[in-house]
């Protein structure tokens, strides 16, 4: 039996496959889950302290980015691989605790967002089972996602995380990561209670700014992406930086065109993003 499992017999032995437990971490003392969906604890020993004593009050997802969900718990839960996350979320919808919350997970990497750069220390890191880009990027399954929404609604409410602190990989490291990616069903964790969404603008044939673009514009784009949150000096300059921030967001609230450039879509979706945040998060 798994350490820590909560696994019973309601779990459908047909859908069931046992998880491997890494060598590292057979050894290690269990704790109680946080979260009261959570089927099983496997213990990584990759975390820390947070910061500072920071509580956490964003939420970050990623998906594995991995061939099968054995690689990606040994890489989550193996001495030595420094990297970590407090959740992993299987195909079938069974969710794995790997850190605990109060605890600084090794998610983000090299990352920000709205001017914090410490983004472990403030947030929470769920993995979500899926290959990715590199390996054939399947959809995510529904109940998959729905095992998503009901682990994120509970850490809202526990930690009380506002709508738009809940962001992408590639969000807050938009120039090294593109998980969990355009594939993700965003709308879908927003109806019901997850996260901050707009529908997005119509695509149509307009002005567009580009790679090399410079001028007031490409100023005011930055501005109002930096406003959002995203990791980036605004310079007038539409340059590489520019470019992967705009694909990031077009992946997360844009995404059935991800090319990094600002088309009219994409710039009316960020101006009714901005709009419709809360009052406290634009000042």
């Known amino acids: 039996m798994l350490a820590g499992s909560l696994a019973v017999a309601r779990q459908d032995?047909?859908?069931?496959?046992?998880?491997?437990?890494?060598?590292?971490?057979?050894?290690?003392?269990?704790?109680?889950?946080?979260?009261?969906?959570?089927?099983?604890?496997?213990?990584?020993?990759?975390?820390?302290?947070?910061?500072k004593g920071r509580?956490?009050?964003?939420?970050?997802?990623?998906?594995?980015?991995?061939?099968?969900?054995?690689?990606?718990?040994?890489?989550?839960?193996?001495?030595?691989?420094?990297?970590?996350?407090?959740?992993?979320?299987?195909?079938?919808?069974?969710?794995?605790?790997c850190v605990q919350e109060s605890k600084r997970a090794w998610h983000a990497g090299l990352s920000s967002w709205a001017g914090?750069?410490?983004?472990?220390?403030c947030s929470i890191g769920i993995e979500i089972v899926?290959?990715?880009?590199?390996?054939g990027y399947p959809d995510f399954p529904l109940r998959q996602v729905a095992a998503v929404i009901a682990l994120c609604r509970g850490i809202i409410i526990r930690r009380?995380?506002?709508?738009?602190?809940?962001?992408a990989h590639s969000d807050v490291a938009p120039e090294r990561k593109q998980d969990p990616g355009e594939k993700f069903p965003w709308r879908a964790l927003w109806d019901s209670g997850v996260g901050h969404w707009v529908p997005p603008a119509p695509i149509s044939r307009g002005e567009v700014m580009k790679l090399g673009a410079d001028g007031p514009e490409v100023l005011a784009l930055q501005n109002s992406l930096a406003q959002y949150g995203y990791g980036l000096t605004p310079s007038g300059q539409y340059?590489?930086?520019?470019?992967?921030?705009?694909?990031a967001f077009q992946r997360h609230f844009r995404p059935q065109k991800v090319d990094g450039i600002a088309d009219t879509s994409t710039v009316a979706t960020l101006q009714a993003l901005l709009a419709g945040r809360p009052t406290a998060a634009k000042a």
């Open 239 to 247: 340059d590489q930086a520019t470019a992967a921030v705009v694909t």
């Open 130 to 135: 899926n290959r990715g880009h590199d390996w």
């Open 13 to 51: 032995p047909k859908r069931r496959r046992a998880l491997p437990i890494p060598k590292s971490v057979a050894e290690m003392k269990e704790f109680v889950p946080d979260s009261s969906i959570v089927s099983d604890v496997i213990p990584s020993p990759n975390f820390g302290e947070r910061s």
């Open 55 to 97: 509580t956490p009050d964003m939420i970050v997802l990623h998906y594995t980015g991995m061939p099968d969900v054995e690689g990606a718990l040994a890489r989550l839960c193996q001495a030595g691989t420094e990297v970590s996350a407090h959740y992993v979320v299987l195909e079938d919808g069974r969710v794995v605790q």
């Open 116 to 121: 914090e750069e410490d983004i472990n220390s």
């Open 160 to 167: 009380n995380v506002a709508p738009h602190r809940i962001l």
